[in-house]
């Protein structure tokens, strides 16, 4: 469903991720978004220590920081925030909410997530808050199908994004065998793995 324009308010989109790394199924999604919502802004938010990955190994937060900044560089609509990483700890979706609207008085601010993250999102902490925070957004991605995690009427809106197979596991799992990653990340953040030899050592 397409919202409209109307309360004059700036409409800012805020996309989370950890970003490790950053690819363009993220930049399509935030995109697509951006266009069907009228959004003035998307704002990328790195996760600090993502407590659902714990028990995995993720890059460093500057590093995922900076390949997000590369990969948002050249669109003005786009731009990253610390808040996250800066905050430390695990990352909780209200803290980010609470923090961005109080930095943002004057805009509604749109969560943007994937289908898979939407179908777990009851078993966040403070679930009723954060539909109070955001009208949130469910980006459809290939190989994940919608359930009905039984959400609030009015508080989400599901958006199919062109169909883009990409994962950021996938793109780890490509640099530790070898495989490129060229056009599936930006040529930024493809200079910028090798520079720093993310994911070469990860399998
Ligand atoms: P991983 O493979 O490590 O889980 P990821 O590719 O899902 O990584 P995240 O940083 O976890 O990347 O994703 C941030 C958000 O972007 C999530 O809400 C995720 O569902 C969404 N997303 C990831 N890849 C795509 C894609 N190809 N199309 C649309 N949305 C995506
Ligand atoms: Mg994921």
Same mark, same amino acid.
């Given at each position: ?9 700036? &409409? ?51 590093? &995922?920081?900076?390949?997000?900044? /590369? ?15 800066? &905050? ?23 969560? /943007? ?91």
């Amino acid at each position: 469903m397409e919202e409209q324009k109307g309360s004059g308010k700036r &409409r800012l989109g805020v996309m989370g991720g950890t970003f490790d790394p950053i690819h363009h199924g993220h930049l399509v999604a935030a995109s697509e978004v951006a266009s069907q919502f009228h959004l003035d802004e998307v704002v990328f938010v790195p996760t600090g220590q993502p407590w659902q990955k714990s028990h995995k190994k993720v890059s460093p937060a500057e590093d &995922r920081y900076l390949m997000t900044v /590369i990969a948002t560089a050249s669109n003005p609509q786009f731009s990253v925030s610390r808040i996250d990483i800066d &905050r430390g700890g695990p990352t909780y979706t209200t803290d980010t909410l609470r923090e961005l609207r109080a930095l943002n008085g004057d805009a509604d601010l749109f969560f /943007i997530t994937g289908a898979d993250a939407l179908a777990q999102i009851l078993t966040w902490r403070d679930a009723e808050e954060l539909f109070s925070l955001a009208h949130f957004i469910g980006v459809t991605r290939p190989g994940h199908i919608l359930a009905d995690p039984g959400l609030p009427e009015g508080g989400v809106s599901l958006v199919e994004v062109p169909a883009l197979a990409i994962s950021s596991s996938d793109c780890r799992a490509r640099v530790a065998h070898g495989d490129p990653v060229w056009y599936l990340v930006p040529d930024g953040v493809v200079r910028y793995i090798d520079k720093r030899e993310l994911y070469r050592h990860d399998c």
